[in-house]
C-alpha cells in the first residue's frame, strides 16, 4: 500500500492495519502464544466449569413467585429436589411387597439418600388405613369377607386345587340352589389365572381385590418418595443415586419375584433428563455444525488450507470463550449450554469476509501483506460493527430477569468479541503459510448466478414486502407461548412420559398449589373456599388425616373381626396330602358339570357370563392336560396351585392388622407424614389438586388464577412454570427493545448517516416480524429456550445489512453490481455456516434446543431474503431520489 494512502487512513483503521500486519511478520511467536493460551484455558475451563440444572434458578430472586417459592421451600425443604419412584406390578399385593422391599432397602443407603418415603407402607396406614374409608364402605368389606369366609376357611385347612375346585362347585352349587353369592370375580380371577399359565406367563390370583372388592384392571401403583444427597461436583448431580436406584431393584429382582415395573420421576429425574438431553444434543449439534461449517467453507474459500486456518480460528476462539465463561459465570445451565453452537455458527462469519475480499483483490496484483492490509480496510470497519451489535444483541439480556438467558448474554456477547479478535489475529498470521488462492476466487462464477431480475421491479418487491408484512401483522395477535416445562423435555424419557401418566390422574397429579398458612384455622378456612372451585379437584391440609366417624368406624371393624373369628386368620398350611394328576382333574368334572348348568341360567346373566368364561379355561385345562407328557402336567397344575394361593398369607395378615385399628389424632401421626403438612416452625400447609389434566397450558392458566384468587402465597411447580413463562415473556420485550435501542445508538456512532440506518434496520425488522408470523403458520410456540431468538436476530441479522450497505455507500452501488461483489458472496456463506450452526439444534433430543434452533434458522433464512430482496430495491429507489433534481 502506498505511504499516502496508508497516511490517510483513520486511526482506527490504522491500529487495524499495524494489528494485521504484526500478526503477518510474527506467526510463529503468535501462534505458539494462542496455543500455550489455549492450554491453558482448556484445563482452567475443564477443572471449574459447572452446570446448572435449577430452572427456576434460572428467573431473578426478587419475582414475587421466586419469593413465594423461597418461603415455601424453607418451611417444607422436604418437597424440594426429590425422586419419585412409581411401582406397578400385576397385582396390589405384589405392588406392595417390591415397594416395601425396595424402600427398605434403600432406606439402609444413608449415603445416597437423605430420606426414603413410603407411606403406605408405614405401620400407622397398614392399622389404620381402613378408618380413611367411609361406613358404606367398611360394611360391604364385612359383607365381602363373610361370603368368603367358607372358600377361604376351607383353603386355609389345605390350599390345593383338589380342595379350591371341590370349595368352588359346592358354592355353584349352593348358586343353583337359589342362595345368593357374588362370586363372579372369583370366576373371572381364576380363569385369567389358568389363562395365564397356560400362555406360558404365569399370574398370582389377587385376593386382596377379590376381598375388597376393588376393581382389578385399575393399575396397581405404589409410590416412593426420596431425597438423594446430589453430587454437585459433578456434571449429573443425580446420576448416582439413580443408578443406585436401579442397580438396587436389579438386585432384589423385583421384576422376576413380582412383575414389577419400576420408574423414576419427580423434578431431580426430570431434570437430569433434561440435562442429559441438552448436553448430549449440544454435543451432537456441535459435531454437526463444525462438519457443516468446514463443508461450507470449502465450498466458499475453495482452499483446504483457508478452512482449516478458519476452523483452528473458530477453535481458538471458542476455547477462550469457554473459560470466558467459566471465570464470569461459573456454570452453564440448559440455555447457555448452546452457546457452543452459537458461536459455531457466528464465528466464522468475520473470516469468511476478510478472506473472500482478500481473494477478490488478487486480480489487482498486489502483494500478500497488501492485500490483507486492504481487505482489512474495506472490512474492518464492517466487522467491528457487526461485533459491537451482534454483542449488542446478547448483552440485552443481561438486565433481563431471566438468568439464565443473562448468562447467554454474557458469554456469547463476549465470544463475539473475541471471535472478532482472534479472526484479525488468526487469519493474516496463517495467511503467511496457508494463504487462500486469489484465482480461486473470481466474483462473476458465483455471484452472477443469484438471480437478480427482481432489481428491476424495486417498486413491485417493495409492494409485496409491504402486503407480507400485513399479512404478518395481523397473525401477531394469535402468537403463543408454551408455559409447560414438561414440553422442554425429551417426550420419550422415561421421567417425562411417567410424570405425564401421573398428570393425567387428578388423583395421583404430581403438581398442585402449595400453601403455607399460619395455624390450622386459617387452613380450615382455606380449604372452604378452595374446595368449591371447579378448578380444584381436591383440597388437603394436615386435619384431612384425621378420620371422620371414627367410632362409628371402630365398631365396624370390631364386628367384622368377631364375625370372623381367630379362625379365620390361621395361618395358611400346606398341603395336607400330595394329589396325583387324576385326582385333581377328578374334581374338575363335577365342578364343570355345575358350571354348565349355570351358564343356562337365564335368572343369573352376570354369573352365567362369568361361569361360561371359568369353563372355557377348565375345557383348555383339560385339553393341555391331555396333550402333554405326565410330568409336564404335574408342574402345569403345581404352577396353577401357587398362582392361585401365592398371595393369600400376604392379604390375610394385612387384613388382621387393618381390623386393629385405633382412635387416631394429630399426635398419633407418623412424624414422616405430619412433617410434611406441619413444619417446625409452626406453618401448616394446604394442597390444591387441579380437577384436570394441566399439561395443557389454557388448563394450567385457568388452576392457578383459581387458587391465586384466594392465596397469592400459593407456590410449587404450576405457579413456577406459569409465572416464570409471564416474566419471560416480559424480560424479552425488554431485551428486544434494549437491543434495538443499543444498536441504534452503535449505529449512529459508527454510520452517522440516518439514511444508511433506515437501510440496515429495515430489512432486520421485516425478517423479525416475518419470523413471528411464521410461529403462528407453522404451529410453533415461544418457550422458554427458543424465545431468544428475536433479540438474537437483532444482533446477527443485523451483520448482513451492515455489509451491504456499508459497500454500497463506499463504492456508490446499489444495482445488480452489489450482489455480484466478495461482500454479497460472503453474507450469503456467513448466513449459510450460521444457518448450519442453528439448523444443527434441530436435531438435538431436548426439545427447547431444537425449537431454538428451527426458530433462529427460519430468523436467518428471512433476513438472507430481505436483505438480497428488499435492501437493494431500497437502495435502488433511494438512489433515483436522491439523482432526481
Known amino acids: ?34 496455543l500455550l493460551c489455549a492450554v491453558l484455558a482448556a484445563s482452567y475451563t475443564m477443572r471449574n466449569l459447572g452446570v446448572n440444572t435449577n430452572t427456576a434458578n434460572m428467573l431473578s430472586e426478587e419475582l414475587p413467585f421466586r419469593i413465594n417459592l423461597a418461603r415455601f421451600e424453607k418451611a417444607f425443604p422436604q418437597y424440594e429436589e426429590i425422586l419419585v419412584l412409581v411401582l406397578n406390578a400385576p397385582t396390589p399385593e405384589q405392588t406392595y411387597l417390591a415397594a416395601t422391599q425396595l424402600s427398605a432397602y434403600l432406606s439402609e443407603n444413608q449415603e445416597t439418600f437423605g430420606t426414603v418415603l413410603y407411606l403406605n407402607g408405614e405401620s400407622f396406614f397398614q392399622a389404620n388405613g381402613l378408618l380413611y374409608k367411609s361406613q358404606n364402605e367398611i360394611r360391604l368389606l364385612g359383607d365381602q369377607l363373610s361370603n368368603a369366609q367358607p372358600l377361604i376357611a376351607g383353603i386355609i385347612r389345605d390350599p390345593s386345587l383338589f380342595t379350591f375346585f371341590n370349595l368352588l362347585q359346592e358354592a355353584v352349587t349352593e348358586l343353583l340352589s337359589g342362595r345368593k353369592l357374588e362370586i363372579d370375580a372369583l370366576m ?28 382389578g384392571n385399575s393399575p396397581h401403583r405404589e409410590f416412593i418418595i426420596l431425597r438423594p444427597k446430589l453430587d454437585f461436583s459433578q456434571i449429573f448431580p443425580a446420576e448416582q443415586a439413580m443408578t443406585t436406584i436401579h442397580q438396587a431393584a436389579k ?72 473459560a470466558f465463561a467459566t471465570l464470569a459465570v461459573g456454570h452453564l445451565n440448559l440455555i447457555s449450554i448452546a452457546f457452543a453452537v452459537l458461536y459455531i455458527g457466528l464465528g466464522v462469519d468475520y473470516a469468511i469476509h476478510l478472506l473472500l475480499r482478500y481473494a477478490e483483490l488478487g486480480k489487482i496484483g498486489l502483494s500478500q501483506l497488501d492485500m490483507l492490509l486492504t481487505a482489512g480496510r474495506d472490512t474492518g470497519r464492517s466487522l467491528i460493527i457487526c461485533a459491537i451489535t451482534t454483542a449488542i444483541g446478547f448483552y440485552a439480556f443481561i438486565p433481563t430477569t431471566y438468568q439464565g438467558i443473562a448468562e447467554l448474554g454474557i458469554i456469547s456477547g463476549t465470544g463475539m468479541l473475541i471471535s472478532l479478535v482472534v479472526t484479525l489475529t488468526v487469519i493474516p498470521a496463517l495467511q503467511r503459510y496457508v494463504p487462500i488462492q486469489p484465482q480461486s476466487f473470481q466474483p462473476e462464477d458465483c455471484s452472477s448466478r443469484l438471480p437478480i431480475y427482481w432489481l428491476r421491479y424495486p417498486r413491485t418487491v417493495l409492494l409485496v414486502t409491504v402486503l407480507a408484512g400485513g399479512v404478518s401483522i395481523m397473525a401477531l395477535p394469535e402468537v403463543k407461548f408454551d408455559h409447560n416445562l414438561l414440553n422442554m423435555n425429551n417426550p420419550n424419557g422415561e421421567a417425562v412420559q411417567t410424570f405425564r401418566e401421573l398428570l393425567a390422574d387428578p388423583e395421583q397429579s404430581p403438581w398442585f398449589g402449595a400453601i403455607p398458612v399460619d395455624n390450622q384455622l386459617e387452613a380450615k378456612k ?12 381436591k383440597v388437603v391440609s394436615l386435619a384431612d388425616f384425621i378420620p371422620t366417624e371414627q367410632t362409628e368406624k371402630l365398631v365396624l371393624l370390631d364386628e367384622i373381626s368377631l364375625a370372623l373369628g381367630p379362625d379365620f386368620f390361621t395361618p395358611v398350611q400346606p398341603a395336607n396330602k400330595h394329589y396325583t394328576t387324576a385326582q385333581q382333574r377328578s374334581a374338575l368334572t363335577p365342578l364343570l358339570q355345575s358350571l354348565q348348568l349355570l351358564t343356562q341360567d337365564t335368572d343369573h346373566a352376570i354369573i352365567a357370563t362369568a361361569a361360561q368364561k371359568l369353563t372355557n379355561s377348565l375345557l383348555a385345562l383339560l385339553s393341555a392336560l391331555d396333550s402333554t407328557r405326565p410330568i409336564d402336567s404335574q408342574q402345569l397344575l403345581a404352577n396353577i396351585e401357587q398362582d392361585l394361593f401365592a398371595l393369600l398369607p400376604e392379604t390375610l395378615a ?82 428486544f427493545t434494549l437491543a434495538l435501542i443499543g444498536i441504534l445508538f452503535a449505529l449512529w456512532w459508527l454510520l452517522r448517516n440516518m439514511l444508511s440506518i433506515l437501510l440496515v434496520l429495515i430489512p432486520l425488522l421485516l425478517a423479525a416480524l416475518f419470523t413471528v408470523a411464521a410461529t403462528v403458520i407453522l404451529h410453533i410456540p415461544f418457550n422458554f429456550a427458543n424465545i431468544i431468538a428475536l433479540p438474537l436476530l437483532l444482533g446477527i441479522g443485523i451483520d448482513s445489512s451492515i455489509h451491504m450497505v456499508t459497500r454500497g455507500r463506499h463504492q456508490h452501488q446499489t444495482d445488480a453490481h452489489l450482489l455480484h461483489t466478495s461482500t454479497a458472496r460472503a453474507i450469503f456463506f456467513s448466513a449459510l455456516t450460521t444457518m448450519v450452526g442453528f439448523g444443527s439444534l434441530i436435531l438435538s433430543s431436548h426439545p427447547g434446543t431444537a425449537s431454538m434452533g428451527l426458530l433462529l434458522s427460519i430468523g436467518i433464512t428471512f433476513i438472507l431474503l430481505c436483505v438480497f430482496l428488499v435492501l437493494p430495491s431500497l437502495m435502488q429507489l433511494f438512489s433515483r431520489n436522491q439523482a432526481q433534481p
Not at 195 to 215: F, H, K, M, V
Not at 526 to 537: D, H
Request: proline share 4%.
Open 1 to 34: 500500500m502506498p505511504p499516502d494512502q496508508y497516511a490517510l487512513l483513520s486511526q482506527s483503521n490504522r491500529f487495524l492495519s499495524d494489528w494485521i500486519a504484526f500478526a503477518y511478520r510474527h506467526t510463529v511467536w503468535i501462534m505458539l502464544a494462542l
Open 188 to 215: 373371572y380371577a381364576v380363569a385369567s389365572t389358568i389363562d395365564s399359565n397356560l400362555s406360558g406367563r404365569r399370574q398370582a390370583l389377587s385376593w386382596q381385590t377379590l376381598l375388597q372388592d376393588e376393581t
Open 251 to 322: 438386585f432384589l429382582d423385583l421384576e422376576n419375584q413380582y412383575g414389577a415395573r419400576l420408574r423414576i420421576t419427580g423434578d431431580v429425574a426430570l431434570a437430569h433428563e433434561e440435562l442429559t438431553s441438552a448436553m448430549l444434543g449440544a454435543q451432537d449439534a456441535g459435531i454437526i455444525a463444525i462438519i457443516g461449517v468446514a463443508i461450507i467453507l470449502l465450498i466458499a474459500l475453495r482452499s483446504a488450507g483457508s478452512v482449516i486456518t478458519v476452523l483452528i480460528s473458530l477453535m481458538l476462539g471458542l476455547i477462550f470463550t469457554a
Open 526 to 537: 382455606l380449604t372452604q373456599k378452595l374446595a368449591p372451585l371447579p378448578e380444584v379437584e
Open 654 to 735: 394385612r387384613l388382621q392388622t387393618a381390623l386393629t385399628a385405633s382412635e387416631v389424632d394429630v399426635d398419633s401421626l407418623p412424624e414422616s407424614l405430619r412433617s410434611r403438612w406441619l413444619s417446625p416452625e409452626g406453618k401448616y400447609l394446604v394442597v390444591a389438586y387441579p380437577a384436570s389434566n394441566i399439561d395443557d397450558n389454557e388448563a394450567l392458566r385457568k388452576f392457578v388464577r383459581a387458587v391465586q384468587r384466594y392465596a397469592p402465597q400459593v407456590s410449587s411447580a404450576p405457579i413456577i412454570i406459569l409465572e416464570a413463562g409471564e416474566a419471560v415473556v416480559d424480560a424479552f420485550i425488554q431485551a
